[in-house]
């Protein structure tokens, strides 16, 4: 039996969690459907994962205005919680654990999605990237820059999708403000240069994000709820790190010692080499774990012997494994085991139907 940090059981919110190996979420468009519902093959993909300590699903948008890629599920219409129903009874028969990630792409989308309309931002500032559209990538537009009016909706969508989310069996949230996304780009200089109470100060960039954690905290309770940065995001999605970057992201990490329930907070290290890119922190859990009281889950490119170190140094409570879950649904099993990690094939990342997604073998067969 093996001896690993990562084997070890831990609490988090309400719940007793079998180990601290985390499933990151990952967007996998297999919602190939007009209401982009959750399909029996989406709740076998998740159930076949179940042994992990806690499964993070996809990112799920909180409404039709939220969409930015094609085939991934939501979780705003009646249709959709019926569909993620099915998978969150296939996790929990395994005894398993699961929080939904709400998402919304912002500016990270096209009028295609949205009858013609712009894409919503903080400011009107072209990310100038690509969008995944039906009719493959497209160029990004100038967004609409949102009223303060509009702002306060998008809290309301949120808090909505959370209420939905517990309707359909999951045991909590988790708010993707992280990779370039709404709450991201309200965070940077780079897609906010608003000059009422959402830009300028680091309190009020990270006001929508707070206005938002509260609304749902509230609806459900805070024990349900974890949050997800990337502070040292950088060069896609239009996200670019200036000398206010790390400390608005200080602020908001610290803050968020004051919601003493919160299940998580969930920290990317750079998904991109940031060697050479002034102001960047190059050890998020190093940097932020010293900030942050509460239970700091840890994220991108560990395998068994660093995830199990970084756990062992007491710079974070929880290690977020992607790309390792989507070719070994037994990673558990294999962490126990010190059994190899199979290899994912990249190309079926987020293509339709079960090759890639829930044909890679376990350990027992």
């Keep these: 039996m093996a001896n690993d940090a990562l084997l070890n059981p831990i609490k988090i919110g309400r ?29 076998e993909y998740y159930s076949q994962r179940a042994s992990t300590g806690l499964l993070i699903t ?64 903080p400011s009107a500032i072209n990310p100038k990237d690509k969008s995944f559209t039906q009719e493959g990538f497209k160029d990004t537009v100038t967004p609409h820059a949102l009223t303060v009016s509009e702002i306060h909706d998008i809290t309301k969508d949120f808090k909505k999708a959370a209420e939905n989310a ?36 680091h309190e009020n960039k990270s006001r929508f994000f707070f206005e938002t954690l509260d609304a ?14 990337n502070p040292s995001a950088h060069g896609f999605f239009g996200i670019t790190i200036d000398q206010d970057t790390i400390p608005t992201f200080e602020y908001i990490v ?24 002034p102001y960047a922190v190059k050890e998020i ?12 889950v840890i994220n991108c490119r560990f395998n068994r012997a660093s995830g199990n170190r970084v756990l062992e140094e007491g710079l974070a409570d929880a290690v977020a494994f992607g790309k390792p879950f989507i070719s070994n649904p037994d990673l558990v099993e294999r962490i126990r085991q010190g059994a190899e990690w199979a290899r994912w094939d990249e190309n079926t990342f987020y293509t339709p139907g079960s090759k890639g997604y829930t044909d890679y073998p376990r350990l027992d067969g």
């Design 285 to 296: 859990a190093k940097h932020f774990r010293p900030r942050y009281k509460g239970t700091l």
């Design 166 to 201: 517990i309707t359909a069996g999951f045991d909590g949230v988790e708010i993707h403000s992280a990779n370039g996304y709404l709450f991201h780009q309200f965070f940077t200089n780079c897609s906010n240069i608003r000059t009422d109470e959402y830009g300028g100060s």
């Design 15 to 43: 719940y007793e969690l079998p180990n601290r190996v985390f499933m990151a979420p990952m967007t996998r468009s297999r919602a190939n459907n007009p209401e982009n519902v959750a399909t029996p093959l989406i709740a």
């Design 58 to 121: 996809e990112g799920s948008q909180v409404s039709k205005q939220g969409v930015g890629y094609i085939n991934t599920p939501g979780i705003h219409s009646q249709a959709q919680v019926e569909g993620w129903k099915q998978v969150t009874q296939a996790v929990h028969a395994k005894n398993g654990h699961i929080f939904c990630q709400l998402w919304h792409c912002g500016r990270m989308s096209h009028p295609d999605f949205h009858n013609g309309r712009l894409p919503i931002a």
């Design 216 to 229: 749902i905290g509230g609806a459900i309770g805070f024990e349900r709820v974890g949050i997800r940065l």
């Design 254 to 277: 610290e803050r968020l010692n004051d919601y003493h329930d919160l299940a998580y907070a969930h920290l990317l290290e750079p998904l991109v080499s940031v060697d050479q890119v």
